[in-house]
DNA sequence: TGACTTACTACTAAAATCATAGTAACTGAT
DNA sequence: ATCAGTTACTATGATTTTAGTAGTAAGTCA
């Protein structure tokens, strides 16, 4: 299915992750653990305070207080004080946090396909109602990605 | 742009992931991390030996020995024998681990839109040589995903 | 015979995670 | 005025995971 192996990082470790040269090693860097992911799954869903996230995943405080952190610091919340008395922020999503779901579409539709069974959470469009069944394709050919062979190109 | 909220989940922790009724949580139980998205990249790539993953992600071989078992477990890839003298086996991806592309490709254009900058690894159609860019898209609609609130629904 | 390859396992140190408890700064009800 | 309740955290220590290095088993090749 995919033909060219190319060196496209070197010395990988998990602490370099955002200096490789590689997009998915580099954007794993600030969403490649499971509770950032959630986080932005409950971002997402319209969460936007700490307790409300805490409380929804049951992540000890001080798991949050660093995801959240590290989320701010990238871009993909925001926190916005939303009380000066007392003090009071809250974590909304900016436009990369938004441009975020597509990922979260994509392992849960995934997820539909391979580890579906019992009842599973699903996912409808707000105003119309009809179940949203995502697939991802390429931009210009709208050929879905998964069916041609890819090449993989290091850079320069 | 995302209305409402559900209990779609109770006392989530790392280990119980798979249980969750949520798809996206249940899939993050497997590649919820970083070593696992990127032995699926190399996977995609076209690296099937403990030996290749190994130099090509530097990692542990500890860490590997156990990520490639579990994702031999949960079917994303297969261990097949390719020598019997000496005893060599090789990981080659299932057609569950192949449908992973999307969610790799997701995670890379998001990296394109809001991390690149310098040399960045591309994807590329390897026949007609021309450069994937990823959208994922409702499959009734053809609406792109994120430009519609979505609605989050529980199970039953 | 000895160097080399492949696919690991063993071991230990370092780091991350978990759960629980506690704190600061308030509000609102008695 | 006091006291329970809320929100957004921090502190702490036990447990678990991860990282890194070294070593091993079963071969091949020269």
Redesign the pocket.
């Known amino acids: 299915m995919i033909l060219v192996v190319s060196h496209y990082q070197k010395d990988i470790?998990?602490?370099n992750l955002s200096n490789q040269p590689c997009l998915i090693a580099r954007s794993l860097a600030l969403v490649g653990?499971?509770?950032s992911m959630l986080i932005m799954r409950d971002a997402h869903a319209g969460l936007?305070?700490?307790?409300?996230f805490?409380k929804s995943l049951?992540?000890?405080?001080?798991?949050?207080?660093?995801?959240?952190?590290a989320l701010t610091d990238e871009g993909l919340l925001e926190?916005r004080r939303?009380?000066?008395?007392?003090?009071?922020?809250?974590?909304v999503l900016t436009e990369a946090g938004r441009d975020f779901l597509p990922v979260l579409f994509a392992i849960g539709a995934w997820g539909r396909k391979h580890r579906s069974g019992g009842n599973v959470t699903r996912f409808f469009d707000a105003e119309t109602g009809t179940e949203i069944d995502p697939v991802t394709i390429d931009r210009e050919t709208g050929a879905p990605v998964g069916t041609r062979p890819i090449r993989i190109a290091a850079p320069e």
Do not use: V
């Not at 009380?83 to 809250?90: A, I, K, T, V």
């Open positions: 470790n998990m602490k653990d499971a509770w936007t305070r700490f307790d409300e805490r049951g992540i000890a405080p001080t798991m949050l207080t660093a995801r959240l952190a926190k939303y009380s000066d008395r007392p003090p009071r922020d809250e974590y």
